[in-house]
């Protein structure tokens, strides 16, 4: 089936470091999301990304739609204690609705 | 306005007990979507709604598993019997108009013992 494969599994990173983080896939999508799980709740949309080579931000987030349409990229800018929790990408076809998850990219930051 | 509301927030039952987690999306979506986390094989999609039909089940994992959307504003999943193998955080999402915006609840974290 489908899959999206997300790295690094985990990060652990420094307060105020910048953050990179990406997802691929073997198919073509046509729709690119971002979400943030904080601890103990649900997925939030981050970002949403509609067409090849767009470039979103959010606040310190800049999140990119590869050229290919295979791939996105998540960066995040000078890292704050809030940051931390698990960043999942989906991925959407046109040719149906479902969304498909990757297996998300868990943020630590080193006290 | 109230976000996704599920209930119970946690349950706790042994195994072969029926259990039934309960789901009220957002007011005016259209879409509904039931997943598991856990650990081993992060958030799964079990099963989604459109319109209160159910549009793909594909994700739910065997017979004894179960979803039903009676209206507009609840939702079900009941899992019968359960087992230990269950044990996960249950999430409910609801969307208007694209699947892409999804609204997560707080989830249901179920342990069968």
Redesign the interface.
């Known amino acids: 089936g489908q899959q999206l494969n997300q790295s690094p599994q985990s990060m652990f990173i420094q307060e105020g470091e910048d953050v990179s983080m990406n997802c691929t896939s073997s198919s073509i999508f046509n729709?690119w999301?971002w979400y943030k799980q904080d601890p103990?709740?649900?997925?939030?949309?981050l970002i949403?990304l509609y067409k090849a080579g767009e470039l979103t931000s959010n606040g310190r987030l800049t999140a990119q739609f590869g050229i290919t349409r295979k791939d996105s990229f998540l960066n995040i800018s000078a890292s704050i204690p809030s940051d931390v929790g698990i960043y999942?990408c989906a991925g959407?076809r046109d040719s149906?609705?479902?969304?498909i998850?990757g297996?998300?990219t868990k943020l630590i930051i080193k006290p | 306005d109230a976000g996704?509301i599920q209930s119970p927030r946690h349950e706790v039952t042994e195994m072969g007990q029926e259990v039934t987690l309960r789901c009220k999306p957002i007011s005016g979506h259209d879409?509904l979507f039931w997943y598991r986390q856990t650990m081993m094989r992060?958030?799964e999609?079990l099963i989604?709604f459109?319109n209160n039909v159910p549009?793909?089940d594909s994700g739910m994992p065997e017979d004894r598993f179960s979803a039903k959307m009676p209206n507009a504003s609840f939702s079900t999943l009941k899992i019968q019997p359960s087992e230990p193998r269950d044990s996960a955080v249950y999430?409910c999402?609801s969307s208007f108009h694209s699947?892409?915006?999804?609204y997560?609840?707080?989830?249901t974290r179920l342990t069968v013992l």
């Not at chain 1, 103990?40 to 949309?45: D, M, N, T, Y």
């Not at chain 2, 699947?99 to 999804?102: F, G, K, L, R, S």
């Not at chain 2, 997560?104 to 989830?107: D, E, L, Q, V």
């Open positions: 729709t999301l103990g709740e649900g997925p939030v949309l949403a999942f959407r149906n609705y479902q969304l998850w297996a998300g | 996704v879409y992060g958030l999609l989604y459109n549009i793909d999430f999402a699947p892409d915006t999804q997560f609840g707080p989830g």
